[in-house]
């Protein structure tokens, strides 16, 4: 948010990173899927390869536009940083958002030409019921609630790897394959395989994600307390430590 | 311990820490369980889920609480700090383990609730017998041992990458699969699935994590000596470092 | 690169550290392949430690050489310090090329030996088709883009970490199975097995490799612009940070 | 090698050390054996829990005795300590690898107390063959070669997660296992199982990990050239940099 590079570079850097996140997960699902029948070992490998392309886009483009390759994550951060200008504005979160959903679909359009299909078509994968939606839930809450964590406590140059392997862990302990962000998922309904999703079950997965992330700033707010001080440099009194949004943003690629 | 959070703030995070940890634990179990036969694959699923939501836990949670989300490490830090005061009050240690349970029972409901079972049953997954209780003394010394070492060299620090690595390995190694918190046992009573206990056999794995719990002391006191010193800050003369609790309970979140 | 290591040292080290690579490579293949008959299975292994050697050889070989053990790495380092001197020479640079062919024949008859065949022979494992010379271009792009990008944003000390995680992850999101080498390339034309490559697909893929090396650099200059100042040191002005290259020599192996 | 503990509990922390080393890589793999009858996924899991084993010991027995748990690195430290006295004398190391030989089998018999057998038996699982013994020479080599090296380069620092990492991908890419430790061997030769070898295969065993020790040793003359200066302190003139031992032994221990 805060780095030097124009607005037009940031918003190209969300929609390369969210094309190359959605070119892993939806890649290494069509690969699992024609190397192997047992659909737990499949999971073993898009959960482990998905882990690791986020991460490695988190550092590289982090310095650049943020890295947030997630409109959860933006709204997040414009609903955390409305009053004291910290986060990106109303106009600027909307560019992000857009340009990671095209990125997105871009995404899956690449990996099912590396794979397969030469022709658009949408997923069939249906991916509906209340327990899909309540692992949904769980999903973006939990992501939620860790990258504001970890900028409570001060460590957001762990949010690489924690984000990472929260996403290894997350697709693993929820029912619904944990999502937990609505550009993914559009992208997700271009490619009928393994990680799709049909767009018939695109707003009930994108409203549970959005009502994640509600519950996972208010988790946020019971564990950690008001931020306290609207100074930028979050230096203000309190028992609160905020960290300043410069230093979260190049922090953020201190992978360790 | 030694967070100026509120001690109701503390206790809600063990709880919703514990929680989401029994939740991990147990959904992963649930989605491994459904998606192949190969016991072993089901078992890597679940120790790599469950170990990093544990890291994650204890990173997120540590600088709020302690991040210890387990009765015999509560129990643990009570013991080593009843003359020097850098541990837990008896009463405080008491309010943690409360908390501990019901979180845990909380947690396994929440994965049933997105796994499948509307209604709450008891586990009938059986595990008696000597081996399994040695496993289970096995695997508790080794995390007892693990968290005062890494105390006695100064690296508590590490705690949430090494504590997370040792219980994906100890899952294995161990005949018991390496429950080795109390909460958890009873938290898991009320799953009927590849993750829980009966509830006859609670008390011979809880009396067994005790046991190990002391063995890990004694263990600790054989490798690293007695601690010198009882003032806080850890600056006693003699060979032995101790790091003090404030320096410990901050660097706890500096994963790496 | 800038190390005070003889011309001779650093050769042998590419020449060497190549050869372990490509043991690792295939010896693991070969391992995989007579344990199980589940293809994905075999890859978790073979990508797994493959990741791993490669990781462990950078950090290793990096302060030597400069680790780069892969010609596109090489030549990408001389395109980029064509100008300012700060990457090899010509000469030194085809001295690395030639090392590293070599050490990557050594490597896969070693790991023939290890596993099996005495006898020299040729892989008949054919991989021809736009798709799959689609994924080598996307792998070898990601990996420049990677490792241009880390310098960029000053953070090559987690190169061996960071290119040991993407080939992980590449493996599994590319579908030519992110070979990403010209020199491995060839070595594994030298054996008849799972992650062999018949000599008659050698010219595709090399060339797919060398046109992703091209878009990887392309991508680099789109994300973070023309790196400014041309004194070696990169202290000069402008937005884009540059680390000079003795730092990144070094930096390379400071791991974590 | 130079912490302040006594021989005694050096000894000791040697002996407990391995112990606990072959109870994770005997108990891992009888837990793997007993549930899936893929090999591959066996050795997967083996391979994990076992690296991770290794890795957390030497973290935590590191500022104690040196956390070498292995006969040939104790060895290698001797050998090249010998003229500066930077390493164990003549009798430290015999201590050292008898307390590590009798901790080997007492740790095996542990994994078998808590698996299965309660009487003693010998391994009937034979590893002859030039193939094996070049694979253990490999094995061994490649160990000391990165023990060495990161000495060399002063990042023992990186020991403990560096080591776990290659001993996890040297189980695979080797033909014979990896065992790559002399007290290991003879203590596996204590369980009849996955993980065993039977008494007469290690005459030849221990004989290649001693020559692939040797090796190793070579490989990393060749590469980072003599070690200047026999000054314990290492500020010895020239272009290697030696770290010195107090340094090296503290640092073993900051795992990232």
């Not at 392309?53 to 890295?67: E, H, M, T, W």
């Not at 924690?162 to 309904?189: D, E, K, L, M, Q």
């Amino acid at each position: 948010m805060h780095s030097s590079a124009s607005p037009v570079r940031k918003a190209a850097a969300e929609l390369i990173g969210t094309a190359a996140l959605v070119a892993v997960v939806v890649g290494s699902g069509l690969q699992a899927a024609r190397l192997t029948e047992d659909t737990a070992v499949q999971l073993l490998a898009n959960s482990l390869a998905s882990a690791i392309g986020l991460g490695l886009l988190i550092a590289l483009f982090g310095p650049v536009s943020g890295g947030q390759l997630n409109p959860v994550v933006t709204l997040s951060a414009w609903w955390l940083g409305r009053r004291d200008g910290s986060g990106p504005g109303t106009r600027e979160a909307l560019a992000y958002v857009a340009a990671q959903t095209v990125g997105a679909v871009a995404g899956a359009l690449l990996a099912e030409a590396m794979f397969g299909r030469a022709e658009v078509v949408w997923s069939t994968q249906e991916r509906i019921g209340d327990r899909l939606l309540l692992g949904e839930v769980v999903a973006t809450a939990g992501l939620v609630l860790l990258i504001c964590g970890l900028t409570r406590i001060g460590r957001t140059q762990l949010a690489p790897v924690a984000v990472a392997a929260y996403i290894a862990a997350a697709i693993w302990f929820t029912s619904s394959g944990s999502f937990a962000n609505p550009a993914a998922t559009v992208g997700r309904a271009f490619t009928d395989s393994f990680t799709g999703i049909s767009p018939g079950s695109l707003p009930g997965f994108i409203a549970a994600q959005l009502a994640g992330g509600a519950m996972g700033l208010a988790l946020a707010a019971v564990l950690y307390g008001k931020p306290v001080g609207r100074d930028a440099s979050g230096s203000g009194p309190g028992q609160d430590r905020r960290v300043s949004p410069e230093s979260a943003d190049t922090a953020a690629v201190r992978m360790r």
